[in-house]
C-alpha cells in the first residue's frame, strides 16, 4: 500500500455467526418482517456464517480484515470486479478481502487514494474515510438489500462509514447533515456521529459497505438521538 499505509499481521475471514445469530433466527426475522409495513421495520447489519442461508431481505456483514495500522488518518476503499474469484485473490494485498455478491466478483482494498488494485476492472473509490485515532483498527463489510421504506435503527459507529450504491436510493440523516445517494454513487458518513438510513425512491436498494472502526470497540451501537425526518418527505 505503499509509504501511507503500514500493516500488521492480519486475520481475513468472513464473519461468524454462532454469538450473534442462527439461520433459523434469520429466518424468523425474515417473516417478522414480512408481516410489517417496511416504514415500520428498524433494520441493522447481521453476522452471517459461511455458507449460511440468509434472507432475500437485510444488512448482512460478510466479512472483515483485522489488525490493520495506517499512517495516514484519511484512507479509500477501492472496489474493483474480476471475471473469476482466483483472480481476485491473486491481486489482493494482505489488507484485502474479496466477497462475492449481485453476481460479481469483488476485492476490497483500503489505502491511500491513488492506490487501485492490480487488474481487474476499477468501479469505485469510496472516501474519504477520515479515521479517529486509534492503535489497531478492523474494517467490516457489509451487502444489503432493503425495501424502499425500510429504516435502520438510529446508530452510532466508532469509525467512518462508506457505501458504494449498486441500485436505488437511500438518504442518511445525521447530526451534522444529511447524505444522499444513488444507483453508481458513493456515500461517506464521518465516525462517532448519530445517523437513521432510510430507504428511497420506489425500487430495491441493493449496496456495499464498510464501517472501518477502532478494534477495541463494537461495529456500532444504538443512540437516543432524534432525527428531524429530513429523509421521510
Not at 134 to 156: D, E, K, N
Request: some cysteine; hydrophobic content about 35%; aromatic content about 6%.
Amino acid at each position: 500500500m505503499g509509504r501511507y499505509l503500514r500493516l500488521a499481521p492480519l486475520l481475513v475471514a468472513a464473519v461468524a455467526l454462532s454469538v450473534c445469530r442462527s439461520p433459523e433466527s434469520g429466518r424468523g426475522k425474515a417473516q417478522e418482517a414480512a408481516s410489517q409495513p417496511p416504514s415500520e421495520h428498524r433494520f441493522t447489519c447481521d453476522d452471517v456464517a459461511p455458507g449460511a442461508a440468509r434472507p432475500e431481505l437485510g444488512c448482512f456483514n460478510i466479512a472483515r480484515v483485522t489488525g490493520l495500522r495506517f499512517r495516514d488518518s484519511v484512507v479509500y476503499w477501492h472496489l474493483s470486479t474480476y471475471p473469476s474469484r482466483a483472480e481476485a485473490e491473486a491481486s489482493r494485498s494482505g489488507a484485502g478481502v474479496v466477497v462475492e455478491e449481485a453476481g460479481q466478483v469483488w476485492l476490497n482494498e483500503l489505502g491511500p487514494r491513488d492506490r487501485q488494485p492490480r487488474g481487474g476492472q476499477h468501479v469505485a473509490s469510496v472516501g474519504p474515510l477520515v479515521l479517529p485515532r486509534a492503535p489497531v483498527y478492523t474494517a467490516v463489510f457489509s451487502f444489503a438489500a432493503m425495501q424502499p421504506g425500510q429504516r435502520s435503527i438510529i446508530h452510532t459507529h466508532p469509525g467512518p462509514e462508506g457505501w458504494y450504491m449498486l441500485a436505488g436510493e437511500q438518504c442518511l440523516e445525521t447530526s451534522v447533515g444529511v447524505f444522499r445517494g444513488g444507483t453508481g454513487q458513493t456515500v461517506v458518513a464521518p465516525a462517532n456521529v448519530p445517523m437513521e438510513l432510510t430507504i428511497t425512491g420506489n425500487q430495491l436498494r441493493r449496496s456495499l459497505l464498510v464501517v472501518i472502526h477502532d478494534a477495541r470497540e463494537s461495529r456500532g451501537k444504538p443512540s437516543e438521538w432524534q432525527p428531524t425526518g429530513a429523509c421521510r418527505g
